[in-house]
């Protein structure tokens, strides 16, 4: 399947929505970078190293639908349409086990409204700008979230992908009749700021290996969850 023209990505400022739009953008895609800071210093330098327009930042916070709804707009203005929407925003707040201190009630629901209700407003909004049939939405999610990984402790992070998750299989389901596919991915223990030094791969595997599964997305594939390696996780 031939590769995006044209990838948002939220939460491209750093960790691994940062190094999707570097492969993307050095494969040939044109990537827009969606962040809340377009300063970021990686976007900044990315940017730089490619032709003009190849790598461009533009303003959003998932969580406000007034700036979903600014981003369609500009969008639409441009008269730009989207191959790939990839919903790589996200937080990991509360973490820790039962009784300790780091689960109040306001980690609870920014967590729930960045890395649940972030998609949602996300995908609301820019749906309309979605190339039909053949629009893309990847969101990625974390197979700490799955039923076959339960192993107690960091409530908060597991309930939310467990919700995204869902969402995005729900998704699959409604945009289906409109050739929107939809899938949720795991990226794998990444050596990010939110995964650690400690963490299995380096960021670069895990996006070639996401980029992967975002270009065999489809209409037989939609509501996958996967692994960036291509393992089906259950759910």
């Not at 053949?134 to 992070?157: C, E, H, L």
Request: aromatic content about 6%; glycine content about 12%; hydrophobic content about 45%.
């Amino acid at each position: 399947m031939a590769s995006p023209r044209r990838i948002l990505i939220t939460g491209a400022g750093r960790g691994i929505g940062l190094e999707i739009a570097r492969q993307a953008a050095a494969r040939g895609d044109e990537v827009v970078a969606a962040v809340r800071h377009p300063s970021a210093p990686g976007l900044v330098e990315l940017a730089a190293a490619h032709p003009p327009g190849a790598v461009r930042t533009e303003m959003l916070d998932v969580t406000d639908p007034a700036s979903c709804a600014a981003l369609a707009a500009r969008l639409e203005a441009a008269g730009e349409a989207l191959d790939l929407l990839v919903c790589n925003a996200g937080i990991y707040l509360g973490r820790g086990k039962l009784g300790d201190p780091v689960f109040p009630a306001e980690a609870w629901a920014e967590t729930f409204a960045v890395n649940v209700a972030g998609v949602f407003l996300t995908v609301e909004a820019l749906l309309p700008r979605l190339a039909r049939p053949g629009g893309k939405i990847a969101v990625i999610s974390s197979q700490m979230g799955g039923s076959g990984r339960a192993p107690g402790a960091n409530y908060i992070y597991r309930a939310s992908k467990a919700a995204a998750t869902n969402l995005a299989r729900n998704l699959a389901a409604d945009l289906a009749p409109e050739g929107v596919a939809v899938g949720a991915y795991h990226p794998g223990w990444v050596r990010t700021d939110m995964g650690g030094s400690g963490a299995d791969i380096p960021v670069e595997e895990s996006a070639a290996g996401l980029l992967a599964r975002f270009d065999a997305l489809g209409p037989e594939t939609t509501g996958a969850f996967e692994s960036y390696d291509g393992t089906p996780l259950p759910f």
